[in-house]
């Protein structure tokens, strides 16, 4: 099984939904695409749907987390939500919910970032 990626704005958060497999063979083409956009629009919050993502390695976390350095670095906050329990438990032993916030669903994490769903 491959990636599927959907990126979303929502007034100056970027919604990033992942369905499938993250590993090395997809990590580089997401970090691009990703990049770009970052680059490309006013985005200030990420929110980080993981609901359909059934498997991921370290080079997606690597991904994410070098996408969450360069939105702190801008003040920004990435928001985690509806991550199976497979991936929660590489994000819980690599340690990035020591960084990055975890929340229930999508329409919870808009409203935290103050944006009405």
């Known amino acids: 099984m491959s990636l599927s990626v959907d990126f979303a704005r929502k007034e100056d958060v970027l919604l990033v939904r992942l369905v499938g497999e993250l590993d090395h063979h997809e990590a580089e083409g997401l970090k691009k695409e990703w990049k770009a956009i970052l680059n490309q629009h006013q985005v200030r919050n990420v929110i980080l749907n993981l609901e359909g993502l059934d498997f991921m390695d370290s080079s997606g976390l690597g ?27 590489l994000f819980d032993l690599s340690g990035m919910f020591k960084i ?7 329409e919870f994490a808009l409203e935290m970032l103050g944006v009405a769903s």
Do not use: F, H, Q, T
Request: proline share 3%.
């Open 100 to 106: 990055m916030k975890l929340v229930d669903n999508e």
């Open 63 to 89: 991904v994410i987390l070098g996408r969450y350095k360069e939105i702190n670095a801008m003040g920004g906050e990435m928001v985690i939500c509806s991550i199976s329990p497979e991936v929660k438990r």
